[in-house]
């Protein structure tokens, strides 16, 4: 049975810094994509990043380009997500996915497994 399991969400200030994690189990995780997208209340789920199954190329969206880093620990199977200079508007659900054979691209379509989320919460 696969497993996405989020951790590392709470409250934070604006301008601070969060690490995620997401453990995966039951399935060959150097074989997949990992991203990461989030969904804050009454607004659809938004891609965030993402990291190709080899690890050789991420993707971002504009508004966390500088600020968010992903990056992967096979040995461990799992991702991190990096948060730096916290906004507001970063706060959401963080959810991570996971693509098989993936580039780690924009399109939640792509992704075969989901975890539960984790929440992230940016006081101004």
């Known amino acids: 049975q696969v497993q996405l399991v989020e951790s590392g969400g709470g409250l934070v200030q604006a301008g601070g810094s969060l690490r995620l994690s997401c453990a995966a189990s039951g399935l060959m995780f150097s074989r997949y994509a990992m991203g990461w997208f989030r969904q804050a209340p009454g607004l659809e789920r938004e891609f965030v990043v993402g990291i190709a199954w080899s690890g050789d190329s991420t993707y971002y969206t504009d508004s966390v380009k500088g600020r968010f880093s992903i990056s992967r620990d096979n040995a461990k199977n799992t991702v991190y997500l990096q948060m730096n200079t916290l906004k507001p508007e970063d706060t959401a659900v963080y959810y991570c996915?996971?693509?098989?054979?993936?580039?780690?691209?924009?399109?939640?379509?792509?992704?075969?497994?989901w975890g539960q989320g984790t929440q992230v919460t940016v006081s101004s």
């Open positions: 996915a996971a693509d098989a054979y993936g580039l780690g691209r924009p399109n939640d379509q792509d992704y075969d497994y």
